[in-house]
C-alpha cells in the first residue's frame, strides 16, 4: 500500500504533468524570458514550492521555461524533443526540491537538471538504437576493423556516461553539438573560465578512463 504522503506527493506530480504537458508554450529558441523578480522573492517561490504549493513551482516553471528549453533544444537538436524534455525536466525537479538549498539561484539549478535528463536520454538512445547504424557504417570495414571500431566507439559512451553531469554536459555541447565556449557558457549560466576548465577536466578524465581499458 502507498504511503499517504508519497501518494499525495505523486498525486501533485501527476497533475503538474498534465499541466506542462497541456500548457507549455515554449517561446522561439533565441528568446528568455526575463521575470525582473529579486532574487528573494524567486527564493520565496522556492520555499513555498518546497512546501508543496504546485501553484508556486508553476511560476518558476514560466520564468524559467524558455531558458531550459534552449538548453534542451542544444542537446536534443529538435524542437518537439526539446519541449518534452523540458517538461520532464521540470517534472523531476519538482520531485527533487527538497534536495534544492534556497538561497543559490534557481536557474542555474535548474538548467543544469534539464541537461543532465537530456544527456541521459541521449546516452539510453545511443545504446538502445545505433547499432544496425554502427554496422552499416562499418560494412566496407574489414571484420577485425570493424570489431576494433565498435569496441572503441563503446568504450567512448561508457566513458562519458561514467562523467560527472557538469562535465558530460560541457562534452556533449563541445563535442556533440558543436557549440563555442561563449554559447555554452550561456546555455548552462557558467563563467567562460569554468566552461574551459570543466572541458579541460573531462577531457583529461576521458582519456585516463580509455586508457585503462586499453
Not at 499517504?4 to 508554450?25: E, G, I, M, W
Not at 526540491?97 to 541521449?122: D, H, I, K, Y
Not at 565498435?150 to 557538469?166: D, G, K, Y
Not at 549560466?189 to 577531457?203: C, Q, T
Request: proline share 5%; with cysteine.
Amino acid at each position: 500500500m502507498i504511503p499517504r504522503k508519497a501518494a499525495k506527493t505523486q498525486r501533485k506530480l501527476t497533475a503538474l504533468s498534465l499541466s506542462a504537458r497541456q500548457n507549455a508554450t515554449f517561446p522561439p529558441p533565441h528568446l528568455y524570458y526575463t521575470s525582473g523578480m529579486s532574487d528573494s522573492e524567486e527564493r520565496e517561490l522556492v520555499e513555498r514550492a518546497q512546501r508543496g504549493e504546485t501553484a508556486a513551482f508553476g511560476e518558476l516553471v514560466r520564468m524559467h521555461q524558455a531558458s531550459v528549453f534552449n538548453v534542451c533544444l542544444r542537446l536534443m537538436g529538435e524542437r518537439a524533443e526539446a519541449e518534452d524534455a523540458a517538461q520532464e525536466a521540470f517534472i523531476r525537479a519538482f520531485g527533487r526540491l527538497s534536495t534544492f538549498q534556497p538561497e543559490r539561484p534557481f536557474g542555474p539549478w535548474m538548467r543544469r537538471v534539464a541537461a543532465n535528463f537530456c544527456l541521459n536520454r541521449l546516452e539510453a538512445r545511443r545504446e538502445a538504437v545505433p547499432l544496425d547504424e554502427e554496422r552499416d557504417e562499418a560494412a566496407e570495414l574489414t571484420p577485425e576493423a570493424s570489431r576494433v571500431q565498435t569496441e572503441q566507439s563503446q568504450a567512448v559512451r561508457t566513458a562519458l556516461a561514467s562523467l560527472p553531469a557538469h562535465y558530460r554536459a560541457v562534452v556533449e555541447l563541445r563535442h556533440f553539438q558543436e557549440l563555442s565556449y561563449d554559447e555554452i557558457a550561456a546555455e548552462l549560466n557558467l563563467p567562460l573560465s569554468d566552461v574551459k576548465s570543466h572541458l579541460f577536466r573531462a577531457r583529461k578524465m576521458l582519456a585516463e578512463k580509455l586508457r585503462r581499458e586499453t
